[in-house]
């Protein structure tokens, strides 16, 4: 038998499920995986089962090699760079459109945000409800509090 490397291809449906995550048109992840064509189970473990899996881990580095081609950044930084600019979003108002902050797009990307980091989490309802920072133990708070300043230095 040949030895060599075992090279892991994405799945079509792997494919589709990174779209439209990566497209915004669907507000939580377990439903953009369920459209692409997973179960109710994959979809709602997603990050131990989808963003895990090889083919998914392949795609991203090959999007985040076209981003680094297109915007001269990764795809990583650039969702974050886009996120942070979505959080300053303004609006132009009145005949004389005089820019004011945008209230309801900030609070849009800052419930994106908060979602990613899993500051909060979707309720039976589908509402979110907010992380209770509290009633973790110490470690994992420095924890977290480490890995954030290392994000806000990439930045």
């Known amino acids: ?4 490397r075992v090279v892991t291809v994405p799945t079509p449906m792997q494919k589709r499920g990174v779209d439209n995550v990566l497209s915004g048109k669907y507000k939580f992840v377990a439903p953009a995986l369920r459209a692409a064509g997973y179960s109710n189970f994959t979809a709602g473990r997603s990050q131990e089962n989808f963003f895990k899996a090889k083919g998914v881990e392949v795609y991203l580095k090959a999007l985040s090699k076209v981003a680094k081609k297109r915007w001269n950044v990764s795809l990583p930084d650039k969702v974050a760079l886009t996120y942070l600019d979505g959080l300053e979003s303004t609006r132009l108002y009145g005949k004389d459109a005089i820019e004011h902050p945008d209230n309801m797009a900030r609070l849009a990307f800052a419930d994106r945000f908060a979602q990613f980091f899993g500051w909060t989490r979707e ?6 409800q907010q992380f209770n920072f509290f009633s973790v133990d110490e470690k994992t708070k420095h924890d977290f509090n480490e890995n954030f300043k290392v994000f806000l230095k990439q930045l």
């Open 123 to 128: 309720t039976p309802m589908g509402k979110l």
């Open 1 to 4: 038998m040949a030895k060599g």
